[in-house]
């Protein structure tokens, strides 16, 4: 529950404690030798205007009259406004609210394995894209709450965290523990490095790629172990030469990306323990039969340069990466027989 509504219910709580209070003390002043289950009973009675059945005789008492007025008065309108907040709480969708964000803190602590976001922008929204695509479990954190709630319109499912992601409690609620990737996208490169510093203390295994806007920061990433920085303006670069060089392999690419049907994609796999694959060539194998994988290119344990275009007596190896080219239902299939 956001903090003003807790607030805004906990102050008309008070108000209307103390405002019983207040009548119960009255009344005992007024009559001593009455209970206070009397007096709570009139109190009860004069803030609802019922007036059925008055204990205390106040005809012969006009300063119990003068107070019955008084707490008529000011009790009523305390007495609205305790009811008008919690009204409020219910028909202004703060409790529906309330119910779907303990739903989505539910669904993010049994992620396993999955990627955080941090930053916002247009670089955050491909981000997004691109894992929806793919069908990759994420969670967002952001302290834009209106680009929150435009993102929530368009994914239906997008889990979020509304806080400064440098912060370890808001890391912490997005499961950093147990994600095996961070992604931050700040435009400042000094908050990059605050969110990095933060993941790095809470998970020190973690996959990090962070988007570097000064090329002078790159070597700060690199000491505090980021796997991989990207800088706009190297890629923009590369992207410029590379339409002018290879236009065909460019457009190739960008089609393959904008597919929206088919989600055709390069993607990386890695053959784990328990594997049917491990000790058999790309023959025996048999990948492209088995999935309707394309192997374009594998890369061997220890061994830093990859294979392109590998020989079919080329022998898959516990922690062999397979980099195939294909859709994601058939990627899924090739996760599932290197056991990943």
Known sequence: MPKHIQQKILTSILIFLITISIGIIGYKIIAPDQSILNALYMTVITL???????IIDL????????????LILFGMGNLLYVVTTITSFFTDGNLQEMLRRNKMEKQINRLENHIIICGGGTICRKIIEELTCTERQFVLVSTD????SKLELEYKDLLYIKGDPSVNDTLVSAGIQSANGLIT????????????????????????V????NSE????????????IISPNLIGGLRMVSEMIRPSVVSFLDVMLRETK??????????????????????QS?????????????KKPNIKEFIYNPSPEEILTLNTVLIVIGSVSEVSKLRSLANC
């Open 48 to 54: 609802t205007t019922v007036g059925y059945g008055e």
């Open 59 to 70: 005809s012969a008492s006009p300063n119990g009259k003068i107070f019955t007025m008084v």
């Open 145 to 148: 709450g209106d680009e929150l």
């Open 185 to 208: 996208t700040l435009p400042d490169d000094r908050d990059n490095l605050l969110v990095i510093v933060s993941a790095k203390q809470l998970n020190n295994k973690i996959r990090i």
């Open 210 to 213: 962070s988007h570097a806007q």
């Open 217 to 228: 920061s790159i070597s700060k990433f690199k000491t505090l172990g980021v796997d991989s």
């Open 262 to 283: 088919g989600n055709t994609r390069f993607e990386n796999v890695t053959i784990q323990a328990g594997s049917s694959l491990i000790n058999k060539t790309l023959a």
């Open 286 to 298: 048999d990948i492209r039969k088995q999935t309707g994988l394309l192997v374009v290119s594998i």
